[in-house]
């Protein structure tokens, strides 16, 4: 057990905040190829964030562990995408 | 290396492997500011990851806080890059609709351009005042739009037709005032002064509150349109013309059947005015004809259907795309008319049905001559063959053209036989080489009457004939042939032979008691003194007797003469004819008894009483007794029996005598016919004649029956009544 640090809750918030905005203009964004890979690396950032500040208070070991999993397959899915979007030229046009 | 170090060293490659392809490959991301953002992002996130990896080299308490800050700032650069996706996004479909817009705006504007006349925005005032006026003003009116747009040089309402303003304003605002769409057809007087008809559809602009604020439109040429119209119209008023103008009733009907063209014989032949008919479908065009409604022959054109054309109009003929028929139509006139009819389908120019013209042609007074000269005809044929002498009509070149029933008897040639043989042929008579009655006619071209020859029959006998013969001629004039006539006159040159041998035998008869009158009156004469007078009165006895004879002779001539000729006058009264057979047979009966003949009576009593001539009725009895008492040998008998039926009484005289042959039966009753086996007996042949003469003249009848050598019986039949006899 660690304890409580309110960045981490800032950056959840930021990330709810972030969260809020993609529901709020989902249809917005229908144009842009492989959205699906970039919301799932955003979504995985996002949990990392949960499981940051959810490790202060229970299952310490797991969530750390689960944290850091999801910012590997944020990571991953972020150079996924990427490599997709670069391939096919205008798709985000 | 825990797990954790080596999940998170994973982290900081992957997102360094998304960094570099974004470098490297930047060109080929897409947009601007979230490729900007997209790199910032990465190396946040990457700085993040050399953090997290930190904490597990010893310098995390050193660096937690800036850890949590660069978090801080990897979240709001998702944000960040989101907002910018998103505007981008945006940005891109307000570029599409720009471009949109344009690309619409400029199909609109080439549409305008190349529109076959005017797109307009105006205001709704009396000059029409353009807002907007498209490229095709130039065409239509010759005037620029922009020469037009807010009446710059002219307003659209000045190159109205002055005639058409008005109007043109009406229509406008009784549109506006209904809300709808208007469409009016009226000139416009173009800048090169040209009249223009146009056409235009036009709507008012209302504005939210409801305001009129402009009206918008198109207007087009249709000049050549209305050209081609008038130009129709004008054709169509000319075969109006034409039509009215036709002597024959015509009417035309279209697709629909409606009745398109009623003409003014149509209407004088009718009865019925065109404004009344034109327009009227549904076979009314039929009732003026037939009293109700039935297709005529316009409709069968139209819409051919056999089966029902021909039990409509069973005279119908169609060729191609006409038919052509003869019917009576009951309803017309009076009595109704005879129609002969021509219809005819109007095709237009791809060949399909239009319309259908039928025209009618009152042929009653045709049929009514046709109806008189078939009766002629048939007369005319009555007469030919029925003439009682034989006729044939040859060409110019005397071959046989016509022979009638009588001809075809005495000639024993069939009428096809001889039509076309030459006239000789068929006649063969002693005539045709020298005196050909109908050739000489046609030489002389005048009729050759009266001329007896003969001429062969069929079977090679000659049959003599009394010929007439003439010219033809036809309407012009000219010699189409000749006529002959011909008369068989076997019977008469028989009767000629008949006349002659009886006056010959009635000399011969008159000669023998004149032989004696003139001798023993001679011998008186020259011996006046000498004779001793017993002699003398013997031969004037005799005289007297022979005078008598003749006397007789030359009554019974006359009598029968007179009777055939219906110079003897009967002096009929009423008779009782049982008293005359009575007294005739007291009479008779001692001259009976004397021959040794025995006469009897049977029923003669209680006869009814008779019109009839007494003294000529006792010279028929007299007769009949006489040669029942001539022909009779002794020891037979000899019965007078009467009888009766409802209208005449029979008078039968019997006798048992020497009988008459079979073959000389139908010759007795002939004038001065005596039996080839009489012998001895006298007799000059006139009295059976003269007794066929007075039972005729009373309208009765005298029949014989007899077997050689059996007897004869002879029965005259007297009617009771002159009433009955003529009956």
């Known amino acids: 057990m660690r304890t409580f640090q309110e960045g981490e809750l800032v950056m959840l918030l930021i990330g709810m905040g972030v969260l809020t905005f993609l529901l709020r203009f989902r249809k917005g ?5 492989e959205l699906h890979l970039l919301f799932l690396s955003f979504y995985s950032f996002l949990l990392s964030w949960l499981f940051t500040v959810l490790e202060s208070f229970v299952l310490y070991s797991l969530m750390n562990i689960l944290e850091h999993v999801f910012y590997v397959v944020s990571g991953v899915l972020m150079a996924i995408w990427c490599f997709r979007i670069s391939k096919t030229r205008g798709a985000v046009d | 290396m825990s797990p ?9 490659d992957s997102v360094a492997a998304a960094l570099l392809i974004v470098v490297v490959r930047r060109r080929r991301i897409p947009g601007s500011d979230s490729k900007v953002l997209l790199a910032a992002l990465l190396v946040f996130s990457l700085l993040y990851g050399f953090f997290l990896v930190a904490e597990w080299t010893g310098l995390a308490t050193t660096w937690e806080s800036v850890e949590d800050v660069v978090g801080s700032l990897v979240a709001m650069t998702w944000g960040f890059f989101f907002y910018s996706l998103a505007q981008e996004a945006s940005n891109r479909k307000l570029a599409a609709r720009e471009q949109e817009v344009r690309d619409s705006r400029r199909r609109l504007a080439t549409l305008m351009d190349n529109l076959p006349g005017m797109a307009y925005r105006c205001r709704n005032d009396p000059d029409w005042t353009m807002e907007f006026v498209s490229v095709g003003s130039v065409a239509l009116t010759g005037y620029d739009p922009e020469e037009l747009v807010e009446n710059r040089r002219v307003s659209y309402g000045e190159l109205i037709h002055s005639e058409d303003r008005e109007a043109v304003w009406d229509a406008v605002q009784r549109s506006l005032e209904a809300g709808g769409p208007f469409h009016l057809i009226y000139r416009i007087t173009a800048k090169d002064s040209s009249d223009k008809w146009v056409w235009e559809q036009g709507v008012g602009v209302f504005s939210s509150e409801g305001e009129l604020s402009a009206l918008e439109g198109f207007v087009t040429d249709i000049t050549h349109i209305k050209e081609t119209e008038l130009a129709l119209n004008e054709a169509r008023r000319k075969l109006a013309d034409i039509l009215n103008f036709l002597p024959d009733p015509t009417f035309s009907i279209n697709n629909a059947g409606e009745v398109i063209i009623w003409n003014q014989a149509m209407e004088e032949l009718t009865g019925v005015p065109a404004h009344r008919m034109l327009g009227r479908g549904g076979c009314e065009y039929s009732v003026p004809f037939w009293g109700e409604r039935r297709p005529s022959p316009a409709d069968f054109v139209l819409k051919w259907d056999e089966s029902s054309a021909i039990r409509e109009y069973p005279a119908l003929i169609r060729e191609k795309d006409t038919v052509i028929t003869e019917v009576f139509a009951p309803a017309l006139g009076e009595n109704g008319r005879y129609l002969w009819i021509k219809a005819k389908v109007l095709l237009d120019e791809s060949g399909k049905p239009t319309a259908a013209i039928e025209t009618l042609r009152d042929v009653s007074s045709r049929k009514e001559l046709e109806k008189k000269l078939k009766k002629a005809a048939d007369e005319y044929q009555m007469l030919f063959s029925n003439l009682p002498v034989g006729v044939i009509t040859v060409d110019a070149d005397l071959r046989i053209t016509r022979i009638n029933r009588e001809g075809e008897k005495i000639t024993g040639f069939q009428s096809d036989e001889v039509v076309g043989r030459p006239c000789r042929e068929v006649m063969a008579g002693a005539m045709c080489d020298n005196s050909c009655p109908i050739r000489n006619a046609l030489a002389k071209r005048s009729p050759v009457g009266f001329v007896e020859g003969d001429i062969s029959h069929r079977n090679g006998t ?9 010219c033809l001629f036809g309407g012009d004039g000219g010699l189409m042939g000749g006529i002959e006539v011909f008369q068989d006159i076997t019977e008469i040159k028989q009767l000629e032979e008949e006349k002659a041998k009886i006056i010959s035998m009635f000399a011969h008869d008159m000669k023998s008691p004149l032989i004696g009158i003139h001798g023993f009156a001679a011998h008186l004469l020259s011996h006046t003194e000498t004779l001793p007078a017993d002699k003398k009165t013997q031969f004037l006895e005799i005289i007297g007797r022979e005078s008598g004879k003749l006397e007789s002779l030359i009554n019974d001539f006359l009598d029968f003469s007179r009777l055939n000729l219906g110079k003897l006058k009967l002096n009929f009264d009423l008779m009782d004819l049982s008293k005359e057979l009575r007294e005739l047979i007291e009479t008779f009966e001692p001259r009976f008894q004397d021959a040794g003949i025995r006469l009897r009576a049977k029923n003669i009593e209680e006869l009814p009483e008779i019109e009839g001539d007494a003294p000529r009725l006792r010279r028929v009895f007299t007769n009949l007794l006489e040669n029942a008492l001539k022909y009779s040998e002794s020891g037979t008998r000899v019965t007078v029996e009467a009888g009766e039926t409802a209208r005449e009484v029979l008078i039968r005289f019997e006798d048992q005598g020497i009988g008459i042959n079979s073959e000389e039966l139908p010759y007795v009753f002939n004038m001065f016919y005596r039996g080839r086996k009489l012998g001895h007996r006298e007799g ?3 009295g059976l004649a003269g ?13 014989v029956c007899s077997v050689p050598g059996q007897g004869s019986v002879f029965v005259v039949a007297l009617p009771k009544s002159r009433e009955a006899g003529e009956v």
Do not use: Q, W, Y
Not at chain 1, 29 to 33: L, N, V
């Open chain 2, 691 to 703: 007794v066929e003469s007075i039972v005729n003249g009373h309208g009765g009848r005298v029949m």
């Open chain 2, 684 to 686: 000059h042949g006139l």
């Open chain 2, 462 to 470: 000659r049959i003599p004939v009394r010929v007439n013969a003439g």
């Open chain 2, 4 to 12: 954790i170090a080596f999940l998170d060293i994973l982290f900081c």
């Open chain 1, 29 to 33: 964004f229908k144009e842009t190829s």
